[in-house]
C-alpha cells in the first residue's frame, strides 16, 4: 500500500495556531510590530541601513546634499513603492499577508456615517506607488463591496501609480450567466464596477467559474487555495489507495479532477445534483464507488452547506468510510453551522478568505491561511514576475 500524497507547494498549511509562528520567506530576521491576535508572526519591518554615507566630506557642506548610502536609497524606494492597505471586511488575512511581507500596513481611515454612506481617507501619501488593497466581498456583500469601490477611488485621487484590487473571496460570482430569461448577470456588472472605479489589476482567489475572469477589462491574477489545502491533507495518514476525490455537483468536476490528480491520482465520485430553488439542493445518485475508502468533497466555497452535507449522507449511504469537507471560501450562511457539525464530516477543512466569528467554529472544522500564498503573488505582480514558473507553477497562478 502506497503512503499517501505527494505535493509540490512549498506554502504553509497548517491550521491557524496562535501558539505556532509563521516565518517569512523574504525577511526572517525581524519582527513585526503589529501582530493580530490570531497568530504570533516572525516577520517585520524591511531592513533599513543604519550605516553612515561613505563619502568623504567636510562638515561645512549641508547635510541635505550628502548623498546617502546606496543600500538606503534602494531600500527606501522599495518601502515607498510598496504599500498595502485593508478594508474591514477581513483586516486579520491583511496583517497576516503584511507579515508574511515584512511590511506594515497602510494607515487609512474609514468610518460610516449615521446614514450608513462610507468615508474613506488615507492617512499616509501613496503618489507613485503600487498600492494593494485586501478586500473580500463576503457578507455583508454590498457594504463590503462598496467600501472597496470608494477604497480605490480614494488611492486613484491620491495618484497611486498601480491599484490591485485583493479580493480573496469575490462576491457576486455565482451570479455568472443567465440560467433564466430576465436575469441579470451580477458578477460582470461587479467586474464592472471594480474597473470604473480605477483599477488597474485584480487579485482573486478561487472564482466560482473561470468565466469571471473574462468579465474584467483588466489584467486578473487568479490564484488557487486547492495547495494549501493539499499540503494538510498530505500531513494526515491516509493510504492513497483508500482515497477517492468527490465532486458535490457536476459543475465541479474539473476542479475535482485536479485535486484528485494531486493526491497520487486518486479515483472520482460525482455526486448527481438537482436544485429546485436558490440555496436548495436535492441529491439523487452517486457515480463512482465509494464503498470502504475515505471520501474527500471538493468545492469552491460552502455556502448553507445543503448541497455539501446531503451529499455526505448520500455517501454514508453508499458505504464511504469517513468523509472529509474541503473547501476555500467558508460562507456559512444559517444553518451552514448546524449541518456540518451534525456528524457527517470527519473534518471539515476551509481557508481564512473569509473571516469567521468566534461562535461558528466547532471542533471538526480546521482554518488554513493563504497569507502567504496571497502575499508572494503581490510581491510577484510587484516585481512584474510571472506567476507560473516553477516551483510556483503547482499554486495555478493564471
Known amino acids: 500500500m502506497?503512503?499517501?500524497?505527494?505535493?509540490?507547494?512549498?506554502?504553509?498549511?497548517?491550521?491557524?495556531?496562535?501558539?505556532?509562528?509563521?516565518?517569512?520567506?523574504?525577511?526572517?530576521?525581524?519582527?513585526?510590530?503589529?501582530?493580530?491576535?490570531?497568530?504570533?508572526?516572525?516577520?517585520?519591518?524591511?531592513?533599513?541601513?543604519?550605516?553612515?554615507?561613505?563619502?568623504?566630506?567636510?562638515?561645512?557642506?549641508?547635510?541635505?546634499?550628502?548623498?546617502?548610502?546606496?543600500?538606503?536609497?534602494?531600500?527606501?524606494?522599495?518601502?515607498?513603492?510598496?504599500?498595502?492597505?485593508?478594508?474591514?471586511?477581513?483586516?486579520?488575512?491583511?496583517?497576516?499577508?503584511?507579515?508574511?511581507?515584512?511590511?506594515?500596513?497602510?494607515?487609512?481611515?474609514?468610518?460610516?456615517?449615521?446614514?450608513?454612506?462610507?468615508?474613506?481617507?488615507?492617512?499616509?501619501?501613496?503618489?507613485?506607488?503600487?498600492?494593494?488593497?485586501?478586500?473580500?466581498?463576503?457578507?455583508?456583500?454590498?457594504?463590503?463591496?462598496?467600501?472597496?469601490?470608494?477604497?480605490?477611488?480614494?488611492?486613484r485621487r491620491a495618484s497611486a501609480k498601480t491599484i490591485t484590487a485583493v479580493i480573496p473571496y469575490f462576491g457576486y460570482a455565482r451570479a455568472d450567466r443567465k440560467t433564466q430569461g430576465r436575469e441579470s448577470i451580477a458578477a460582470k456588472l461587479v467586474a464592472n464596477l471594480i474597473t470604473e472605479a480605477g483599477a488597474n489589476r485584480v487579485l482573486a482567489c478561487d472564482l466560482h467559474s473561470g468565466q469571471s475572469m473574462g468579465y474584467f477589462d483588466i489584467p486578473v491574477d487568479h490564484v488557487y487555495g486547492q495547495p494549501v489545502i493539499l499540503d494538510y491533507l498530505a500531513s494526515k495518514t491516509i493510504c492513497s489507495d483508500d482515497l477517492v476525490v468527490v465532486s458535490p455537483d457536476v459543475g465541479g468536476v474539473a476542479r475535482a479532477r485536479a485535486f484528485a490528480k494531486k493526491l497520487s491520482d486518486a479515483p472520482l465520485a460525482i455526486v448527481d445534483k438537482r436544485r429546485h430553488g436558490h440555496n436548495v439542493a436535492e441529491v439523487m445518485n452517486l457515480i463512482g464507488d465509494v464503498k470502504g475508502k475515505v471520501a474527500v468533497m471538493v468545492d469552491d466555497m460552502i455556502d448553507t452547506a445543503g448541497t455539501i452535507s446531503k451529499g455526505a449522507a448520500l455517501l454514508h449511504q453508499e458505504g464511504a468510510r469517513e468523509v472529509y469537507a474541503c473547501t476555500t471560501h467558508a460562507v456559512f450562511s444559517p444553518p451552514a453551522i448546524e449541518r456540518l457539525s451534525s456528524g457527517l464530516f470527519q473534518?471539515?477543512?476551509?481557508?481564512?478568505?473569509?473571516?469567521?466569528?468566534?461562535?461558528?467554529?466547532?471542533?471538526?472544522?480546521?482554518?488554513?491561511?493563504?497569507?502567504?500564498?496571497?502575499?508572494?503573488?503581490?510581491?510577484?505582480?510587484?516585481?512584474?514576475?510571472?506567476?507560473?514558473?516553477e516551483p510556483f507553477s503547482s499554486l495555478g497562478i493564471d
Open 347 to 389: 473534518e471539515v477543512i476551509i481557508t481564512n478568505t473569509i473571516p469567521l466569528a468566534e461562535k461558528n467554529y466547532f471542533p471538526q472544522l480546521t482554518v488554513l491561511s493563504v497569507a502567504n500564498l496571497l502575499g508572494e503573488t503581490i510581491w510577484r505582480v510587484h516585481d512584474d514576475c510571472s506567476g507560473g514558473i
Open 2 to 155: 502506497s503512503t499517501l500524497l505527494q505535493s509540490s507547494s512549498f506554502i504553509s498549511s497548517s491550521p491557524i495556531n496562535p501558539s505556532r509562528p509563521r516565518i517569512s520567506l523574504r525577511n526572517s530576521s525581524v519582527r513585526c510590530n503589529n501582530v493580530v491576535q490570531s497568530g504570533n508572526f516572525d516577520n517585520g519591518k524591511p531592513y533599513r541601513s543604519t550605516q553612515s554615507s561613505s563619502h568623504n566630506v567636510t562638515t561645512s557642506i549641508p547635510s541635505f546634499l550628502l548623498a546617502p548610502d546606496t543600500r538606503s536609497i534602494h531600500d527606501l524606494v522599495n518601502k515607498n513603492r510598496l504599500r498595502i492597505f485593508s478594508g474591514t471586511a477581513n483586516p486579520a488575512l491583511a496583517q497576516e499577508i503584511s507579515c508574511y511581507m515584512g511590511l506594515d500596513l497602510g494607515k487609512i481611515k474609514i468610518k460610516r456615517f449615521a446614514d450608513g454612506e462610507i468615508y474613506v481617507q488615507l492617512q499616509e501619501s501613496v503618489r507613485g506607488c503600487d498600492v494593494f488593497l485586501v478586500q473580500p466581498t463576503c457578507p455583508p456583500a454590498n457594504e463590503n463591496l462598496m467600501e472597496l469601490l470608494v477604497m480605490i477611488d480614494a488611492c
